[in-house]
């Protein structure tokens, strides 16, 4: 019997290992890696029911117990229709599995404009298999879920969000697959929501979404301002992925935000007049490397996304670069960007696309980090700062920050904290050379290395002490010396032990 947790003693992690628990009631017929399909929109349709179930007794005290009132449309954020309530699937004893079905897609039909697809984007979620899952085990797990109750009253957005974040980065451990692409740890994302320092009422817009974390992080950054509403923007091409960013969003307490589903490269959902929408800030953590992402048509793109060129099919960095590029408002436009290190020195079409990039002015810092601080990736990674609004002592300058050596290590991988990425943020604020570590250089010394943004090119090393020839010389043959005298004192042993004759 799971304890029953107490609002006072509330805690994300508390909530998490809460929620974690529901998967151990689904091992044995649900594999690992499905575990989010099933335990994610459960949580979900709970957390709407507990809601709702707040509203009503705000209403209810409002109008002194007039429960016609309480049920009216107005009184609430969303609409739960009857017989579609966390309590009505838990009184049923038999069919549950359709009984869960049916109470999350009344509530999708019931709300279009802000729930649709939530629940049923999750395809591989098998609710009705009785095979699979058993009337016994879903009531088991219907009743884990019924001992905590998940509204705002009891758990915060914040807390609520966090643990949620817990649990979507538990089961990108589980599944390791394409964790890197569903889960970007939370101080990298904190650093490039820094850089860009978004200010409430301007708009937000993340084109590979994920899990919607860079999008959260910048609305708390902007204190939840009402401001931000109707200022979020998200595509993400996932079905599933999509569904966890609105939900994710959803549980931070955010308004007004809108996610949509969709491959951004082949075709942007978010488009004004025909033009690209333009927005004050773009972030992202786009897929790395992507392969098969669309190059033939991007290279007659009817958007103007290939002004520097159009990669090669086999990697859709720089495909994402210009797009989030075309995306950001020409005059206060910001975009920061994680992309694989490789951006900054590979040739050919890439070489031309980093020379136009170079040019235009817009690149004002570029950051390189340790390997394998991404989740289950080895690849190197660096940050891209852009900006059409560079102050004037950084135009025609881009500072780069060697960050390798900027982290905390752990025993299965190299992770960012707190003080790393404001150990970072304090050297771009600063942005003056330091050595070893931070090159402000200028567009000519690049130009003069042929366009190379390889960051060790123009970091200043700390001066080696010199070693004259003579001295070099001298070690030289003294080592020779040993060489000899060892070789000596082996041939002599191996005489002695009789494992050869001379």
Same mark, same amino acid.
């Given at each position: 019997?799971?304890?029953?947790?107490?609002?006072?003693?509330?805690?994300?992690?508390?909530?998490?290992?809460?929620?974690?628990?529901?998967?151990?009631?689904?091992?044995?017929?649900?594999?690992?890696?499905?575990?989010? !399909?099933?335990?994610?929109?459960?949580? $979900?349709? +709970?957390?709407? !029911?507990?809601?709702?179930?707040?509203?009503?007794?705000?209403?209810?005290?409002?109008?002194?117990?007039?429960?016609?009132?309480?049920?009216?449309?107005?009184?609430?954020? $969303?609409?739960?229709?009857?017989?579609?309530?966390?309590?009505? /699937?838990?009184?049923?004893?038999?069919?549950?599995?359709m009984a869960i079905v049916n109470a999350m897609y009344g509530i999708e039909r019931a709300n279009p404009d802000t729930l649709n697809g939530v629940f049923?984007? $999750?395809?591989?979620?098998?609710?009705?298999?009785?095979?699979?899952? #058993?009337?016994?085990?879903?009531? &088991?797990?219907?009743?884990?879920?019924?001992?905590?109750?998940?509204?705002?009253?009891?758990? #915060?957005? &914040?807390?609520?969000?966090?643990?949620?974040?817990?649990?979507?980065?538990?089961?990108?451990?589980?599944?390791?697959?394409?964790?890197?692409?569903?889960?970007?740890?939370?101080?990298?994302?904190?650093?490039?929501?820094?850089?860009?320092?978004? +200010?409430?009422?301007?708009?937000?817009?993340?084109?590979?979404?994920?899990?919607?974390?860079?999008?959260?992080?910048?609305?708390?950054?902007?204190?939840?301002?009402?401001?931000?509403?109707?200022?979020?923007?998200? %595509?993400?091409?996932?079905?599933?992925?999509?569904?966890?960013?609105?939900?994710?969003?959803?549980?931070?307490?955010?308004?007004?935000?809108?996610?949509? %589903?969709?491959?951004?490269?082949?075709?942007?959902?978010?488009?004004?007049?025909?033009?690209?929408?333009?927005?004050?800030?773009?972030?992202?953590?786009?897929?790395?490397?992507?392969?098969?992402?669309?190059?033939?048509?991007?290279?007659?793109?009817?958007?103007?996304?290939?002004?520097?060129?159009?990669?090669?099919?086999?990697?859709?960095?720089?495909?994402?670069?210009?797009?989030?590029? +075309?995306?950001?408002?020409?005059?206060?436009?910001?975009?920061?960007?994680?992309?694989?290190?490789? *951006?900054?020195?590979?040739?050919?079409?890439?070489?031309?696309?980093?020379?136009?990039?170079?040019?235009?002015?817009?690149?004002?810092?570029?950051?390189?980090?340790?390997?394998?601080?991404?989740?289950?990736?080895?690849?190197?990674?660096?940050?891209?700062?852009?900006?059409?609004? +560079?102050?004037?002592?950084?135009?025609?300058?881009?500072?780069?920050? &060697?960050?390798?050596?900027?982290?905390?290590? %752990?025993?299965? %991988?190299?992770?960012?904290?707190? &003080?790393?990425?404001?150990?970072?943020?304090?050297?771009?604020?600063?942005?003056?050379?330091? *050595?070893?570590? /931070?090159?402000?250089?200028?567009?000519?010394?690049?130009?003069?290395?042929?366009?190379?943004?390889?960051?060790?090119?123009?970091?200043?090393?700390?001066?080696?002490?010199?070693? !004259?020839?003579?001295?070099?010389?001298?070690?030289?043959?003294?080592?020779? @010396?040993?060489? *000899?005298?060892?070789?000596?004192?082996?041939?002599?042993?191996?005489? @002695?032990?009789?494992? $050869?004759?001379?």
């Open positions: 019997m799971a304890e029953v947790y107490t609002t006072e003693e509330t805690t994300s992690q508390k909530l998490y290992s809460h929620l974690f628990e529901a998967c151990n009631i689904l091992r044995g017929p649900i594999n690992q890696d499905e575990y989010k !399909s099933y335990v994610t929109p459960l949580l $979900f349709f +709970k957390r709407l !029911s507990d809601v709702y179930d707040e509203e009503t007794e705000v209403a209810l005290e409002e109008s002194d117990g007039d429960e016609e009132y309480a049920s009216f449309p107005e009184n609430h954020r $969303f609409i739960i229709p009857e017989g579609c309530h966390w309590s009505d /699937v838990r009184e049923q004893s038999e069919n549950v599995g049923s984007s $999750f395809d591989d979620a098998n609710w009705t298999d009785k095979s699979k899952l #058993s009337d016994e085990r879903l009531k &088991d797990l219907i009743e884990h879920m019924s001992k905590i109750k998940v509204g705002n009253n009891n758990y #915060s957005s &914040d807390v609520m969000g966090d643990s949620y974040e817990f649990l979507i980065k538990k089961f990108a451990d589980l599944s390791k697959k394409n964790a890197g692409e569903f889960y970007t740890p939370r101080a990298i994302v904190k650093l490039l929501v820094m850089l860009m320092a978004p +200010k409430a009422g301007e708009s937000v817009y993340d084109p590979a979404a994920g899990t919607g974390g860079m999008l959260i992080e910048a609305i708390r950054y902007m204190k939840n301002d009402k401001l931000t509403y109707g200022k979020i923007y998200g %595509q993400e091409k996932n079905l599933a992925t999509s569904a966890i960013a609105r939900m994710n969003l959803f549980l931070h307490g955010a308004k007004d935000f809108k996610v949509t %589903q969709g491959d951004t490269l082949r075709s942007p959902n978010f488009l004004d007049g025909g033009e690209l929408q333009k927005f004050d800030c773009v972030i992202a953590n786009p897929p790395f490397s992507l392969k098969n992402w669309g190059a033939e048509q991007f290279a007659s793109d009817i958007y103007g996304r290939n002004m520097w060129g159009s990669p090669t099919d086999s990697n859709g960095d720089f495909a994402w670069l210009q797009h989030m590029v +075309k995306s950001m408002n020409t005059s206060s436009g910001r975009c920061a960007v994680v992309l694989p290190q490789g *951006v900054l020195f590979r040739s050919g079409k890439e070489g031309d696309i980093r020379r136009q990039l170079v040019e235009s002015d817009k690149l004002e810092c570029i950051i390189t980090l340790v390997s394998g601080v991404f989740y289950s990736t080895g690849v190197s990674a660096c940050i891209l700062f852009l900006n059409n609004n +560079k102050e004037h002592n950084h135009k025609g300058r881009i500072c780069m920050i &060697d960050a390798s050596n900027i982290y905390t290590p %752990q025993r299965a %991988q190299n992770i960012m904290t707190e &003080d790393n990425i404001r150990e970072i943020y304090r050297l771009y604020t600063e942005y003056e050379d330091v *050595v070893d570590t /931070v090159k402000v250089v200028t567009l000519e010394d690049i130009r003069e290395k042929d366009y190379t943004l390889a960051i060790n090119n123009y970091i200043e090393k700390q001066g080696e002490e010199t070693i !004259s020839p003579e001295e070099v010389r001298r070690q030289y043959f003294e080592a020779l @010396e040993e060489v *000899v005298e060892a070789e000596e004192k082996m041939r002599k042993l191996l005489l @002695e032990g009789g494992y $050869f004759h001379e």
